[in-house]
């Protein structure tokens, strides 16, 4: 998966397996391993906006759920990490 590039660019659902397009983005981070302003970035597609949310809140990650909308216009997308 690769951020950036032209605004009409196709983003991918980041769940194994899926490749439907993304509609959603989260914004997480591991405590144990990321500073606290480190955000990890995943896409999800609707189908898994949900289950990729509640697999992080399931390890007592902090997520962040927004539209990919949100996400490109926000400044995460510059800083973020693509994973
Ligand atoms: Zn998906």
């Known amino acids: 998966m690769i951020l950036g590039g032209e605004p009409s660019e196709r983003y991918n659902c980041s769940r194994a397996s899926c490749d ?13 391993i990321h500073a606290e302003s480190r955000r990890k970035i995943w896409l999800a597609c609707a ?11 399931a390890r007592s990650f902090p997520v962040e759920t927004m539209t990919l909308d949100e996400f490109l216009e926000s400044p995460l997308h510059e800083n973020g990490s693509p994973e």
């Open 20 to 32: 439907a397009v993304a509609t959603a983005a989260l914004a997480w981070r591991n405590p144990k």
């Open 47 to 57: 189908d898994h906006a949900d289950y990729l949310t509640e697999f992080l809140r």
